[in-house]
């Protein structure tokens, strides 16, 4: 079974307008991290939000928004006033605590298979 | 953030050489890498696990003889690819974690193609 699911191939959006992009996980962990990335043609990984799974609040990050449902094992992406250069792939991710070696940040990303966003003009 | 640097950014060698890409954590100390790879429109998957002073914990399915990695310092990794063929072809991107912090930080990524 996959553990990140992202549904959404590719997603438009007008530009200045909101988008949500999907993920689901799957995981028996209590302590885990969720994350998402964008990966323009580029290819490099610029980190956007993170959300941790004892946090109560959902997790902003200036127009980045991540819409936390646990019990549902969601964490949607949600782009505020989709600029330009928000055109790029999104890897929603997830790191479990139960494969960290040493806690924090030490365990490796379990990664969706990505959905591409573009934004039209 | 922390600054990860990879190189080179990208190569081209011919079937059968060998490729070195080396990754550095430029401002903190890295007891802990990863070596992700990624194909063409398909998402990260990891590779190896990279640990200061130790052997590298490789995931299921990638050889360790072919996928060299070393290291020995607490700013540097390196994978070698032994022998390369046309299917090595591919995006690779180290990634680094801090102690105390959720992040990781990703490298630019090298991207190579074998010939």
């Known amino acids: 079974a996959q553990k990140i699911t992202q549904t959404q191939p590719g997603m438009f959006v007008q530009e200045k307008e909101a988008v949500t992009l999907d993920c689901t996980y799957d995981t028996s962990d209590q302590s885990y991290g969720l994350f998402w990335y964008k990966q323009p043609s580029s290819g490099e990984m610029i980190f956007l939000i993170y959300q941790g799974s004892y946090d109560e609040q959902n997790a902003t990050e200036g127009r980045y928004s991540l819409n936390f449902q646990k019990a549902r094992k969601s964490a949607n992406l949600v782009i505020s006033a989709s600029q330009l250069g928000d055109s790029a792939m999104y890897f929603c991710a997830m790191r479990e605590a139960s494969k960290t070696n040493y806690g924090g940040s030490q365990g490796n990303l379990i990664f969706g298979k990505g959905t591409k966003l573009s934004v039209k003009p | 953030g922390a600054v990860v640097s990879q190189h080179p950014s990208w190569v081209i060698c011919k079937s059968g050489t060998s490729v070195k890409i080396e990754c550095r954590s430029l401002?903190?100390?890295?007891?802990?890498m990863f070596w992700y790879r990624q194909f063409p429109k398909q998402s990260l998957m990891l590779m190896a696990t990279s640990n200061e002073g130790s052997k590298a914990t490789y995931e299921q399915g990638v050889e360790k003889d072919k996928f060299l990695i070393n290291h020995a310092s607490l700013t540097l990794s390196t994978l070698t690819v032994t022998s390369a063929h046309p299917e090595d072809s591919s995006f690779y991107i180290c990634?680094?974690?801090?102690?105390?912090?959720?992040?990781?930080?990703f490298g630019p990524g090298t991207r190579l193609t074998v010939t």
């Open positions: 990634s680094v974690g801090t102690s105390g912090g959720h992040e990781q930080y």
């Open positions: 401002d903190f100390q890295a007891t802990t």
